[in-house]
Each structure stands twice: as structure tokens, then as C-alpha cells.
């Protein structure tokens, strides 16, 4: 389920999150994933903040667009629609 959209993910951050509070090195490790996450938001918000309207238009579009291939890629591979 992890590649398609949807609740698979989910449940992965679930699972690693339970295992975290047993596992000193899972819980190291979704630390040091959310420091760099962090820093990654951080990022983008400040980019984000300083660009321009259609430049924020663009970036919308050129996203959607990567996310529907994405999608018809995923459903195109799963169902095998031809």
C-alpha cells in the first residue's frame, strides 16, 4: 500500500512512531528525520514568502501536474489499463 496513495504512509509513520517509544535507534532516527524536516519547511516558507504571484501560480501547476501523472501512472500500473 506504501506505493499509492492514501493510508499506506500513514500507517508506515504510524508504525515507526510506535516503534520509536521502544527503539532507541528508531527513535533517533525519526528525530534526526524531523530536524531536517524542519529545516526544509523552514526553507520553503521563507521561498515561498518571496516569490512572486505567478510565480506561486506556476509552482501550483507544475505540482498538480506531477501529481496527476503520478496518479495515472499509479493506477495505470496497479489496474493495467492499457
Partial sequence: MVIA???????????????GGELLPVARFLDWIEVRLRKLVRWVSVAWNSTPGVGKALIVLAILTVVATWAYGTYHFLFGVE
Fill in 5 to 19: 496513495p492514501g493510508p499506506g504512509w500513514l500507517a508506515l509513520f504510524l508504525g515507526l512512531g510506535m516503534l
